[in-house]
């Protein structure tokens, strides 16, 4: 094996490696998989994020969901961050992680407060802003009348005064 120690630059190896800085990025998770914790009391759900566009595309960060564990605290602090991962990728009710893949939304990433040198996702968002129809109680909203079959097929800026 031949290899030109001159043309690596380890530095830049080590750099895909390190922590990703803080911030915001659009990501999708690209897999999914429960494992139990060190302790053996309980399991977590690994995602698997992967930066999806800008200067990071490419990199990685990870969660842990503690879906299953002896601390009802953590248990709720994990589903209500499922929650948030389901409402971002517009999945409510996945019957399976998968279903969770290869649907971009944004991840909020701080370093993390209990090892340095490494990042956390602080929170999960959707890509796009939620339409007024999904953030106005259904109570709330008013009827809408459809538009007039001739009209709806002539765009707004086209149409004839009355």
């Given at each position: ?80 961050e ?11 009710r ?34 796009k ?34």
């Amino acid at each position: 094996m031949k290899f030109d120690w001159e043309t690596f630059d380890p530095k830049a190896e080590k750099s895909t490696h390190d922590a990703l800085p803080a911030g915001e990025y659009v990501a999708v998770i690209t897999d999914s998989k429960m494992k139990p914790n060190r302790a053996g009391t309980g399991e977590y759900l690994e995602l698997s994020f992967q930066v999806a566009e800008g200067v990071h595309q490419g990199r990685f960060i990870w969660t842990r969901l503690n879906l299953v564990h002896e601390n009802e605290q953590a248990v709720r602090i994990a589903r209500g961050e499922l929650a948030a991962v389901c409402k971002a990728v517009g999945v409510l009710r996945p019957s399976d992680s998968s279903e969770l893949h290869d649907k971009p939304l944004k991840i909020v990433v701080r370093p993390a407060r209990d090892e340095p040198g490494r990042s956390e996702i602080k929170s999960f968002r959707p890509l796009k802003a939620a339409p007024l129809s999904e953030t106005v109680p259904p109570a709330a909203a008013q009827p809408v009348e459809s538009p007039k079959p001739a009209a709806a097929s002539v765009p707004p800026w086209k149409r004839k005064a009355s």
